[in-house]
């Protein structure tokens, strides 16, 4: 059963009332309702993944922005066409995991295992990124078990960690917490003491095991048991092979999901948008290669990360 949501208190914010009063206006261009519903799915799904964080912390990329700020982002493109809306995810029944994808995963916790153990100085991460906020980039960064941040441009200048509070802290989100690289290793690797530790509902599970196998220093136990709580968690879906934009050959795995916009009252149906999130993993490391996040049914490009280069490091360089 589907559990919908009108929080109106969620339209707090400047001009909201405004919004709500213009009623109704002449019909946009299709450009411009395609580019609203469009700016709409993606509030709608980054409202779902956003956590307020210290601005002294260097989180995850796909986590960015207020709720508060991302529902009042979500009305504001409404005003192209002509109605009030904000998003409302769908909170329901989850779609049961597919058993190939399930298989998929458990193959990968094998695989995860019998990778060797390792103790570096420092861990690289090396990705690109590509959304139409930022256009393309690639950015190297490394840390250290205390979570300090190096960054090296791509001439090899390299930026060493502001010292005191204005350093930023590397940490991944479990739960309502964020972990450093020490408190990983405090964590349990039996499965499902783990997936206690994480969200219940099966994206919000699935969107932080991820990003901790994106660019963790997790051990090969500890993502061994990400893998296998993947492989319990409902609505996704095994893709097959494929390759990477980069050429890299992988097997993709998708979660699609589902969110509506509530329509200012007199204007129809409420419309219905659905945000697909692909993972392409190399199946001889268990290593993430790329990730996109895209609207369904939607011209605009999917978001990409790529994932060039995850490991340790025995120096910044």
Known sequence: MTNRTDDHSLLDFPGAAELIAAGGVAPPS??????????????????????????????????RRPRRLLVAAAAVAAIATGAVAYPVLDMGAEPAATASASEFFKGMAEVAEDAPAAAPVYWKVRVETDNQDDGRRTDTNYFDREGRVWSVDADGTVHEPPAGE???????????????WPDLEKLPTDEKALAALFPKDAHSRFDQVTIMLEDSPASPDLRAALFRILADTPGMKLVGDVRDSKGRAGVAVEITQKSWVRMGEGTGDDLTLH????????????????TTHKTLGRATPADRYTWLEVGPAERVE
Request: overall charge positive; aromatic content about 6%; charged content about 30%.
């Open 275 to 290: 945000t697909q999130d692909r993972y392409i993993i190399a199946p001889d490391t268990g290593l993430l290669l790329e």
């Open 166 to 180: 204005e350093g930023k802290v590397k940490k991944w989100p479990v739960g309502k917490k964020w972990l450093t």
């Open 30 to 63: 299709a450009g411009a309702v395609d580019g609203a519903w469009d700016a709409v799915a993606r509030a709608a799904r980054e409202e779902e993944r956003a956590t307020p964080t210290p601005p002294t912390q260097l989180m995850s990329h796909r986590i």
